[in-house]
């Protein structure tokens, strides 16, 4: 029988799917694989750990580029969704509020996303990703 310092040296005993470490303001909250085949849809949620004021640097806003963020699958598209991803961020159409003293506007429409997302302090971003074998 091996020791454990024996099999160790012989096998594989720790990867990561990242190519390299988040930011420390950033937190991979989940990645969900959604059905498998040649490509990979999958939920992913990204957080922004740290709310504004907290701290000068780590409360700023952070860019993560989702293109070179794993290091076993490539993301082919990503669409931001709403958190529960039952759908895309750009057909939501939130209820304007009547407040008293006020005129109403319209609430600014959403980005379509690229490859680099930015979160600002306290976001819980979600995406549907499709993920291909690199």
Known sequence: MASIAQYSSAH???????????????????LNAIDTGATTPAILRLQHVF???E??????????????????????SATQTTL???QPLTQVR????????????????VAEV??????????LLTFVVN????
């Open 12 to 30: 594989t005993v720790r990867a990561s799917l990242l190519t390299q470490d988040l930011p420390e303001n950033v937190h991979l909250l989940s």
């Open 55 to 76: 701290h000068p640097t780590l409360s700023q806003p952070v860019s993560v580029d989702l293109s070179t963020l794993f290091s076993t699958v490539s993301v082919q």
């Open 94 to 109: 939130r209820p304007a509020w009547p407040i008293e003293g006020e005129t109403p506007t319209e609430p600014a429409p």
């Open 131 to 134: 993920l291909a074998k690199k």
């Open 114 to 123: 690229s490859n680099v997302v930015v979160l600002k302090p306290r976001d």
């Open 84 to 86: 529960t991803a039952n």
């Open 51 to 53: 709310p504004v004021g």
